[in-house]
């Protein structure tokens, strides 16, 4: 577990954006694993201008999505589909055919789950997996519980994920009470995660996850057991780590 701190957001932006951006430049046909949220926006961005600038290109790239929302069609603006367009998918060369979110809206949503860890399978699975952390610990949407869940799944929303995520939406109550996430164990079949996290908020539980108990009840925690996770956090993120 390699650990990077940024002196702020900017730089933490930008180092995960090169760390991505290796696994590119060595494997210009990965498979990128990513993830929403406002934390991984500036991340998206510095790969964008790298783009645009030539450094690298998303032209052979396949993408595969942590999670999506349930209900919500990927024209909505607070669908993740609209997300990731809206800050990376419209701003690279990727071919769009190549990227993948799960269907918040299929009539079957665990035939969905399925089909959608066999399209995993079939690209050769996830080359770095892109992760953000929620206060709780989770990952993706795989919020605390007994068991680490195993594949991709239909998940009810803990409150503090609701109240949390209320801050995009018109009022709490428009807030889709369920959603569709990647599982514990498609996260850790990936080659190499990237987590990312910023701002004081999130320094008890980057502490708590990453140098704590592995439970179930920190979801992230998992992430331990992972060989290959490279953590990229902003110093105020980092405060309370106490690393050599």
Excluded: W
């Amino acid at each position: 577990m390699e650990f990077i701190i940024a002196e702020d957001y900017e730089g933490m932006s930008r180092a995960a954006a090169d760390v991505v951006a290796g696994v590119m430049a060595d494997d210009p046909s990965c498979v990128l694993g990513l993830a929403t949220g406002s934390t991984p926006i500036g991340m998206y961005a510095c790969l964008a201008d790298d783009c645009a600038q030539g450094k690298i290109s998303f032209k052979d790239v396949t993408t595969f999505n942590l999670d999506e929302y349930v209900g919500l069609p990927g024209t909505h603006d607070q669908s993740y589909r609209y997300f990731m367009d809206e800050n990376l998918f419209n701003k690279v060369d990727v071919n769009k055919t190549s990227t993948h979110l799960p269907d918040g809206c299929a009539g079957n949503l665990d035939q969905m789950c399925a089909e959608y860890e066999a399209q995993i399978q079939q690209a050769g699975g996830v080359d770095i997996q892109v992760l953000g952390i929620g206060h709780n610990g989770h990952i993706g949407f795989n919020e605390p519980c007994e068991d680490f869940p195993v594949a991709t799944h239909p998940v009810d929303l803990t409150e503090s994920t609701i109240n949390a995520n209320s801050r995009l939406f018109d009022d709490v109550a428009d807030v889709p009470r369920r959603a569709v996430t990647m599982g514990i164990g498609t996260i850790m079949k990936a080659h190499k995660v990237l987590v990312v996290a910023n701002g004081s908020g999130k320094a008890a539980i980057v502490k708590e996850a990453f140098t704590g108990p592995v439970v179930p009840s920190v979801p992230a925690s998992v992430l331990q057991l992972h060989p290959d996770v490279t953590i990229v956090l902003d110093s105020e993120a980092a405060s309370e780590l106490e690393l050599m």
